[in-house]
């Protein structure tokens, strides 16, 4: 774990034809670091995983690194969510849930049921359900010490919770591009 740490881009190894590592720019710094490793697993956002693609380019690979298609960064698709509500239902402190949590709830989309709108081709929902605040509670409440860890063993409030979950379909005009002339606050080109 290295904190502090902006993905830059990946190290292709030409001889071994294998990613070794990363280069990352120090958040506070802004100096370039190298991290080797024997595996690396690129786990980030549709977008962000595009960028830093894009932006391993090597003279074998002068788009980016898996572009041998021409098709990184174009027909992007990703998932929207957590826009909702959530608050904190007072009363019943005295009841314990049995398991994760209670049963949640789900309201699907009522688009093209009965009249199609060829717009509108898939969907989005809604979900959420009732929970109790447990020990996590204690990452946006004050304190700490002895008193602070016997607070967070105890059940918090009751919350009940509502987010939207919707999906961006791939498009050929769902496209992003790399400008090498044009760097964000850690000077990696965006």
Known sequence: MRPFSVVHSLI????????TGVR??????????ELHAKV?????????????????????FSTGLANSSGQLGRNLMDH????GASGIIPGHEDRVQIGNRPNGIYVPRFRNVKDKHPGFVRGYGFQG????DDWGR???????????????????SWRFTFASFAECLSHPDNRMELDKNKVDAWGIPS
């Open 12 to 19: 292709f190894d030409p001889k071994t034809r294998r990613i």
């Open 24 to 33: 990352v720019i120090d958040g506070q710094t802004k100096q370039p670091v």
């Open 40 to 60: 690396v697993f690129l786990c980030a956002s549709t977008l962000e995983s595009a960028h830093i693609l894009m932006n391993s380019a090597t003279p074998e």
């Open 80 to 83: 929207m969510m957590g826009s």
């Open 129 to 132: 359900g009732g929970s109790r």
């Open 138 to 156: 204690g990452s946006e409440t004050a304190g700490f010490g002895a008193d602070f860890k016997h607070m967070l063993r105890q059940p918090g």
